[in-house]
C-alpha cells in the first residue's frame, strides 16, 4: 500500500475561520511534507518533518502551524488566511527525508473567501 | 538552491504520437522521480530513477545524473496521458520540482 490520505478533499473558510488539514500514511515512512501548489505552477515545499520533528520551514507565515502528533499523521492548522492562500495543499511521506521516493496525497483544494 | 528546467512547456499530441520530455537540472542530486498530475491534483508516481533507466509499459526514462538531466518517453500516447508532467530532485533532502510540461492528448 503506497496511499497517503487527505482530507478533506475541499475546502472553503473565511479569512477569520480556523481550520485545519489532515493527512495520514500507513507505509511506516518517518519524513513527512507539507507542499503548496498554485494554479499553473510547480508545487512549493512548506514543511518538512523527519521523525516526528520539523526539520525545515521554508519561511512560512506563522497563519499556517504544521504539527506532527505521531509517525502516522501530520497536521496543517490554518488561522487567519487571505484570499492568496487559496491553492491546493499536498501533503507527501518518504521513508526518510532524503534520497528516497516520496509519494504524494491527492491534495486539499483550499478557496479562502 | 538549484535550478530545474522542464521542457516543453506545452506539448499537443495525436493519439498514438510518441514524445519525449526533458528535465534539466544545475547541481548534483540525490534522486529523481517523474509525476503525472491529473486533472484532479493528484501526483501519480512514475519512476524513481537516481541514474539509468527504467521502463514501465509504454513509459521509459533516463537519467544521465553526471550530465544533470533525465528524458521521460511515452509511447503510443493515449487521451488518458493528458496532464502535467513533473520531475522533481532531492537536493539536500528537499524536493525541487521542475516547472512542469503540460501534455494535451487529442483524439
Known amino acids: 500500500d503506497t496511499e497517503v490520505t487527505q482530507t478533506p478533499k475541499h475546502l472553503v473558510m473565511g479569512m477569520t475561520n480556523k481550520k485545519s488539514l489532515k493527512c495520514e500514511q500507513h507505509?511506516?515512512?518517518?519524513?513527512m511534507y507539507w507542499y503548496k501548489q498554485k494554479a499553473k505552477k510547480p508545487p512549493e515545499l512548506m514543511f518538512v518533518?523527519?521523525?516526528?520533528?520539523?526539520?525545515i520551514n521554508e519561511s512560512v507565515p506563522s497563519r499556517f502551524s504544521p504539527e506532527c502528533p505521531n509517525s502516522s499523521l501530520l497536521n496543517l492548522h490554518l488561522h487567519a488566511l487571505q484570499p492568496e492562500d487559496s491553492a491546493l495543499y499536498l501533503c507527501?511521506?518518504?521513508?526518510?527525508?532524503?534520497?528516497?521516493?516520496?509519494?504524494f496525497g491527492q491534495g486539499t483544494r483550499l478557496t479562502v473567501v | 538552491g538549484i535550478q530545474v528546467e522542464q521542457s516543453p512547456p506545452d506539448l499537443i499530441l495525436q493519439e498514438g504520437a510518441n514524445s519525449t520530455l526533458r528535465c534539466n537540472f544545475s547541481d548534483s542530486v540525490n534522486n529523481l522521480q517523474w509525476f503525472h498530475q491529473n486533472p484532479w491534483g493528484q501526483l501519480i508516481n512514475l519512476f524513481y530513477i537516481p541514474s539509468g533507466t527504467k521502463q514501465n509499459g509504454r513509459l521509459s526514462a533516463t537519467t544521465v545524473a553526471t550530465e544533470r538531466y533525465s528524458l521521460l518517453y511515452i509511447s503510443s500516447s493515449q487521451t488518458t496521458d493528458s496532464g502535467v508532467y513533473f520531475c522533481?530532485?532531492?537536493?539536500?533532502?528537499?524536493?525541487?520540482f521542475g516547472t512542469g510540461t503540460s501534455l494535451t492528448v487529442i483524439p
Open positions: 518533518y523527519s521523525y516526528e520533528k520539523l526539520s
Open positions: 507505509m511506516g515512512h518517518r519524513a
Open positions: 507527501a511521506s518518504s521513508q526518510a527525508a532524503g534520497g528516497v521516493e516520496a509519494f
Open positions: 522533481a530532485v532531492d537536493y539536500f533532502n528537499q524536493f525541487y
